[in-house]
């Protein structure tokens, strides 16, 4: 063979090495539409009751963890539990979020089973946020209920990115806020105390990004193969992180928990919360009067009755807790922005243009309900 031919048999060679390599690789974000819904359960249960529990299951939490499990003692009767395996001691070391996402989980079992025109009965069981039963619910048809439409559950998500700069308008603020009773404030793009939060939103994420314990946390909670996205159906997946296109590619086939806590990794996040905050319509500030679980309980279901409204309004949300889980920042937030209550959400809000589907997983209900 000549120089001329070898070069020529040699590039054809890596050519189609490259080409089977990507077409055997990850080439796109898999995402919750790739997945069908698994309906087969151990226990037996009514379609109804798989409905309703499936439905309440896409509620957001942290990371992504699903912190939730079902005792079944009965037909519609059964007992909301916190699963300790999904705490995150990291950044959550009192269960605070914890119980703040079953509380938006609980919002969601409401409205799917007055859907069905259910009405629910909800016994308080917990004192503590570590405790393993939190509530029971009975389902009962007995009283009236007014209908909720579940394409608002099935399609509510967390969005991060291609936020717009307007401020959100007086009547959308009225809808998103309505029958609400106090502990939601809006602080516009315009105001000192959006530029306060933005700061501090970046400050946090810098301590939290190179603060180990955080960081690795993390770590265990990212799945970015296709592979661990299907096997867990939970975590921060390349989809909900919004990585697209050649960087999708890049972290899906050659990232792992090592990735995470590389300097490179740590300085990236920090870079990208810089530009989230750049753009929003400003923060909605959701508070409790005090830390019992019934108050973590309704201020995660307030938050989840106001986010089921907001894509009416082409209003994405973007909770950004970090603020609240650092210390240094935890301690000054109240004062500087003169709310005097427990705050237990910090949402970047604004007006989308185009509103994409959800993306994340969830375990099928087989997976998170026992006897
Ligand atoms: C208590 C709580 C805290 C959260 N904190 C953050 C956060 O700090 N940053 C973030 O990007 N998303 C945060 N989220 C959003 C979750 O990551 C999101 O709900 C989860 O990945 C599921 O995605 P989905 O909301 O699109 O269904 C938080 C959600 C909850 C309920």
């Known amino acids: 063979m000549d120089r001329r031919n070898f070069i020529k048999y040699t590039t054809a060679i890596v050519v189609i090495a490259g080409t089977t390599y990507y077409l055997t690789s990850d080439t796109s974000n898999f995402e919750r539409a790739d997945l069908q819904t698994d309906l087969k359960t151990k226990i037996p249960m009514q379609n109804d009751e798989k409905e309703i529990l499936i439905l309440a299951s896409l509620a957001p939490s942290g990371h992504n963890t699903q912190p939730w499990f079902v005792k079944y003692h009965e037909p519609f009767h059964w007992t909301i539990c916190n699963d300790r395996t999904r705490w995150l001691d990291g950044v959550d070391p009192t269960q605070r979020e914890t119980i703040l996402s079953i509380g938006a989980f609980v919002q969601n079992l409401e409205y799917a089973a007055n ?19 939190i509530v029971t619910v009975k389902l009962s048809r007995s009283l009236p209920v007014q209908k909720f439409d579940i394409k608002k559950i099935q399609e509510r998500r967390t969005l991060r990115s291609n936020y717009l700069n307007g401020i959100i308008k007086k009547e959308d603020l009225d809808y998103l806020l309505e029958n609400e009773t106090g502990f939601i404030r809006y602080f516009p793009n315009t105001s000192k105390e959006h530029l306060y939060l933005n700061e501090q939103t970046i400050e946090a994420n810098r301590i939290q990004s190179y603060r180990d314990a955080a960081q690795n ?12 996205v299907e096997k867990y159906r939970d975590g921060l997946t390349p989809a909900s ?37 750049s753009k929003s319509a400003g923060w909605l500030v959701i508070s409790s009067p005090d830390h019992s679980v019934l108050s973590l309980l309704e201020a995660g279901r307030r938050l989840q009755r106001i986010w089921l409204k907001a894509r009416d309004k082409k209003i994405a949300f973007h909770p950004m807790t970090q603020i609240l889980e650092e210390e240094k920042t935890r301690l000054a937030v109240n004062y500087a922005i003169g709310i005097k209550e427990n705050i237990q959400f910090l949402l970047r809000v604004g007006y989308i243009e185009n509103y994409p589907d959800p993306v ?12």
């Open 115 to 133: 859907n069905l025109g259910y009405s629910c009965a909800f016994d308080l069981l917990a004192s503590s946020n570590e405790d393993e039963e």
């Open 217 to 228: 946390e993390l770590a265990d909670w990212v799945r970015f193969s296709n592979e661990d």
């Open 241 to 277: 992180m919004e990585i697209e296109g050649f960087s999708g590619w890049i972290v899906r086939n050659f990232y792992d928990k090592q990735s995470v806590m590389k300097q490179d990794f740590r300085e990236k996040n920090i870079a990208k919360v810089v530009e989230q905050v």
């Open 360 to 371: 994340t997983l969830r375990r099928p209900i087989n997976w998170f309900t026992r006897n």
